[in-house]
Nanobody, 115 residues
Framework: QVRLVESGGGLVQPGGSLRLSCAAS????????MSWYRQAPGKERELVAHIISEDSTYYTDTVKGRFTISRDNAKNMVYLQMNSLKPEDTAVYYC?????????WGQGTQVTVSS
């Protein structure tokens, strides 16, 4: 059984920073894409960023230049460094990993940006 555990969420003031971590454990043989999604109240879940390798990353337009995704393959971990946070970044953040043919989700971590 595969388990994903996110951490690092919390309350931060506008302009502040947070670093999210996601640890994958269990019977994982090969992880392809590692992603972060978020879901704000009343909105659909959206893709924030994904990483296949250090040279292959994607960011949604609203976070480009502020967020950085990275991964540690040896530890089966994915990170999301979030800088210059805005109130509109407030959401539950979920990590997702793709290990063909399976997809796994974490339980989510709350990020609240407010003064």
């Amino acid at each position: 059984q595969v388990r994903l555990v996110e951490s690092g969420g919390g309350l931060v003031q506008p302009g502040g920073s947070l670093r999210l971590s996601c640890a994958a454990s269990g019977s994982i043989f090969s992880i392809n894409t590692m992603s972060w999604y978020r879901q704000a109240p009343g909105k659909e879940r959206e893709l924030v960023a994904h990483i296949i390798s250090e040279d292959s990353t994607y960011y949604t337009d609203t976070v480009k230049g502020r967020f950085t995704i990275s991964r540690d393959n040896a530890k089966n971990m994915v990170y999301l460094q979030m800088n210059s946070l805005k109130p509109e970044d407030t959401a539950v953040y979920y990590c997702r990993i793709q290990s063909e043919p399976y997809v796994y989700w974490g339980q989510g971590t709350q990020v609240t940006v407010s003064s």
